[in-house]
């Protein structure tokens, strides 16, 4: 007979009072025939999932699958009437996502999910939770959502992941499932815990291993009082969280010290032009995960000039007018906008600095706007064109910066 349950993160997030945005379904006890009859439409091809004919949701046949791989697809699906919601659930990743309630809103909860949802524990079903890498990443970033609410990786699991990390399983992850995850994870509200939950289990040093390198670095204690580059960056992510920053402006925060993993240890705590040695560093994390242009940009740009930004105050006209022209603020003013926030983040990421006033960032703001105002039309009346317009309007700017910075007080 026919059965759908509601099952995975709508009961969990339910359970837990939070807002449920979306609903997994799955049908036991019926064909893909019977699904076509009764009017659903097919989608996917690797297993069997329907579209509700009214609601346009997802239902899946209850299927179990088998490893037949390497890697996040290496699976085979079997879905048949016969397979049991338990055998369904048993698949799953972690006890708190399998969990189902049937039509009447009845809990079913064969593998401890609701104890562990007490407990705060996320806690694998099976050991077959070893078996798909990609839950490395998943649990950790479920770690980074709940771990304002309590919750913690449990340490058997924790072991698992560990496993996986050593195993080599990591490197069969396609870019694009492993950037899906880390995008995700990093506008959570506590990023920072998946950065340090990969770390606990040995992932980072295989994904992230520029990151992960920063962890018992020392910095000058006159700037940085938590010493440790690594504790540092984990501090500016969970920054950027708390002031609801875009996922440009944390990509950029993540690798924005890259290159203090490039001093030589005779040279600690300071790190001498570590600004320009990152951007290799950089270039090739961008790569190698396959960022989008716009978190690219802006983490090879953050990377390069947030010294610049701290030292704002103190910037030559000259020199201010390059920076703002590295950021093409006259026709994009908005990534200047996320440089400044990145900087911001970076000063207030600093033990017991975290409230400190960040005067830097409104005087970029307003030094942005002198330059932006000079009016290009007055060059033009006077028969100005080409190089001796572009050169015009520099010095114009530069003029305008000049004026600026003598009438600030802060300068």
Known sequence: MMQIYKVGGAVRDRLLGREVSEIDWVVVGASAEQMLELGYRPVGADFPVFLHPQTGE???LARTERKSGRGYGGFTFFAS???????DLIRRDLTV?????????TLIDPYGG???????LLRHVSPAFAEDPLRVLRVARFAARYA????SVAPETLALMRELSESGEL???TPERSWKEISRALMEPRPDVFIQVLRDCGALRVLLPEVDVLFGIPQPPAHHPEIDTGVHVLSVLRQCAEHQQPLTVRWACLLHDVGKGLTPEAEWPRHIAHEHKGLKLIRAINQRCKAPKDCQELALQVGEFHTHGHRALELKPSTLLKLLQSFDVFRRPQRFEEFIAACEMDARGRLGLEQRAYPQADYLRAAMHAARTVAVQPLLARGL?????GNALQEERLQALQQFRQNHPQA
């Open 58 to 60: 997802e239902y899946a």
């Open 81 to 87: 009437p016969e397979v049991t919601l338990e055998e």
């Open 97 to 105: 996502n399998a969990m189902a309630e049937d039509d009447h809103g």
């Open 114 to 120: 609701q104890r562990d949802l007490a407990a705060r």
């Open 148 to 151: 304002p609410l309590g919750f």
């Open 171 to 173: 490197g069969a992850l």
């Open 385 to 389: 064109q080409g190089a001796e317009l």
